[in-house]
T-cell receptor
Framework: GDSVTQMEGPVTLSEEAFLTINCTYTATGYPSLFWYVQYPGEGLQLLLKATKADDKGSNKGFEATYRKETTSFHLEKGSVQVSDSAVYFCALKAAGNKLTFGGGTRVLVKP | GAVVSQHPSRVICKSGTSVKIECRSL??????MFWYRQFPKQSLMLMAT?????????EQGVEKDKFLINHASLTLSTLTVTSAHPEDSSFYIC?????????????FGPGTRLTVL
């Protein structure tokens, strides 16, 4: 079946540091790939997405590129802020509208 | 983005009682809603797909008689945890599917933390 694997956290960074969260997937066919963010006390929000190979999703300074050859969708941000502290989920959507989530990565950015 | 609410945000109940959780799409109609369960420090697990006007579709391993889902209107789905036990304690999250032309997107509620004593 479909699955998503992402690096375990927590990831602790200083403000303005570079952030990478690795995500790899297993799926049949050609899934769409997503990153969701969950801020403390809030629901999941879509951060960015990519629907086909080599697409790059970007939002709020975050980027991720759909790499079919490595089945990866790593999330990056060049300079994190304290407000980026949250839990980040990588997810895929294959056939239909069901989302398969990775385990989540907690990111803590310290001033 | 679209807004999805859940009520209550947290509930504590005694073992053996039933608990109802509501999920509402506030500014769009949703024929499809999803219910997830999130264990501490773990990912979201899809429990069931709720379809307006028809029976819910449950994922493998999810007890239909224990987790009753009703999607009676285009803006409301409810999850009832029947005869709750401590092992049902968890964070329950719903999402509503907004369809807009060729693009479908799930919008998530803030979650409901259930604690069964």
């Amino acid at each position: 079946g479909d699955s998503v694997t992402q690096m375990e956290g927590p990831v602790t960074l200083s403000e303005e540091a570079f952030l990478t969260i690795n995500c790899t997937y297993t799926a049949t066919g050609y899934p769409s790939l997503f990153w969701y963010v969950q801020y403390p006390g809030e629901g999941l929000q879509l951060l960015l997405k990519a629907t086909k190979a080599d697409d790059k999703g970007s939002n709020k300074g975050f980027e991720a590129t759909y790499r079919k050859e490595t089945t990866s969708f790593h999330l990056e941000k060049g300079s994190v802020q304290v407000s980026d502290s949250a839990v980040y989920f990588c997810a895929l959507k294959a056939a239909g509208n069901k989302l398969t989530f990775g385990g989540g990565t907690r990111v803590l950015v310290k001033p | 983005g679209a807004v999805v609410s859940q009520h209550p945000s947290r509930v504590i109940c005694k073992s053996g009682t039933s608990v109802k959780i509501e999920c509402r799409s506030l500014d769009f109609q949703a024929t499809t809603m999803f219910w997830y369960r999130q264990f501490p420090k773990q990912s979201l697990m899809l429990m069931a797909t709720s379809n307006e006007g028809s029976k819910a579709t449950y994922e493998q391993g999810v007890e239909k008689d224990k987790f009753l889902i009703n999607h009676a209107s285009l803006t409301l789905s409810t999850l009832t945890v029947t005869s709750a036990h401590p092992e049902d304690s968890s964070f329950y999250i719903c999402s509503a599917l907004r369809t807009s032309g060729r693009v479908d997107e799930q919008f998530f509620g803030p979650g409901t933390r259930l604690t069964v004593l």
